[in-house]
């Protein structure tokens, strides 16, 4: 009885030490798989911060792109200053007598292509020229121009009048542009008046009244305009002391002037080796 008590005491205590042991020993085997868990957690955790977030990948983008625009901008500005260096340049060069053909012969020898030498060389050129010229953007000069009646529905106290109404807007209202014809039944009488015009003949009024056929309007302009009005020696003889500008030459061109109306122009221009300023068709007389 006494072996069968004592063992029941032993199988008892067996037990309890088993029950008490077995829970740490799970907690034990938890705890060390938790741990690689725990430590692939932190190692992400380390990674984020490094990490930017939608917001900061867009502020960043912005400041490359910012930086780029300053950069554009600079460079540009050299262009530019670059360029305005070569045009003055030229008009100096011009104005010493330097022909066009020679600047022309340093193309290959500057940095810059071919195509950008020539359009500063043809800004310069209308730059030094303009300068030579007389242009007006005010309405006065055609208020005193004789023979303005050339131009349909005209007269001087018509300009007058408009002049008065346009208060100070008369030099270029903006958003105004107003295209006039030339009269068709326009007497020689009025024509010849152009010619008296001896202090504003190649006088260019650049305004909002834009006269069909030319850019600019000029007693010179309006007179060549309306060479079909004479026979090609009453031309002649009516020019013969009057001087024109290559201008003319070039509004003669464009509004196909018979042949013989521009020989006998061309010996009225004392520079024939000058560029049209406003007429789109380029060329040059040599």
């Not at 067996?14 to 705890?31: G, I, K, N, R």
């Not at 930086?67 to 670059?82: A, F, G, Y």
């Amino acid at each position: 009885m006494k072996k069968v008590l004592f063992g029941i005491v032993i199988i008892t205590a067996l037990a309890v030490y088993f029950f008490q042991t077995q829970p740490h020993s799970v907690a034990v085997e938890q705890a060390e798989q938790v741990k690689p868990t725990t430590s692939q957690t932190s190692v992400v955790n380390k990674k984020q911060p490094n990490e930017d977030s939608p917001l900061q990948v867009v502020n960043k983008l912005k400041k490359q792109i910012s930086l780029c625009r300053d950069q554009s901008q600079q460079q540009s500005n050299k262009v530019q200053t670059l360029n305005q260096s070569l045009v003055s340049f030229f008009v100096s060069e011009l104005k010493k007598g330097t022909s066009v053909s020679t600047l022309l012969k340093y193309t290959d020898l500057s940095k810059i292509n071919q195509r950008t030498y020539i359009a500063l060389l043809k800004d310069a050129i209308i730059a030094e020229q303009k300068q030579q010229l007389n242009i007006t953007s005010s309405l006065n000069e055609l208020a005193n121009w004789q023979g303005i009646e050339a131009i349909k529905g005209f007269t001087n106290d018509k300009v007058k009048e408009m002049i008065q109404q346009l208060g100070d807007n008369k030099h270029s209202p903006p958003g105004l542009t107003l295209s006039v014809p030339l009269d068709e039944n326009v007497q020689k009488e009025t024509l010849y008046a152009l010619l008296s015009n001896t202090d504003t003949f190649t006088t260019y009024s650049k305004t909002f009244i834009k006269l069909e056929g030319s850019e600019v309007i000029s007693p010179a302009t309006l007179f060549v305009l309306n060479a079909n009005k004479f026979t090609p020696k009453e031309f002649e003889q009516a020019i013969s002391s009057n001087q024109f500008t290559v201008n003319e030459v070039a509004t003669a061109i464009k509004n196909d002037i018979p042949n013989e109306y521009i020989i006998a122009l061309l010996q009225q221009v004392p520079v024939l080796d000058a560029m049209p300023l406003y007429e789109k068709t380029l060329f040059y007389i040599t």
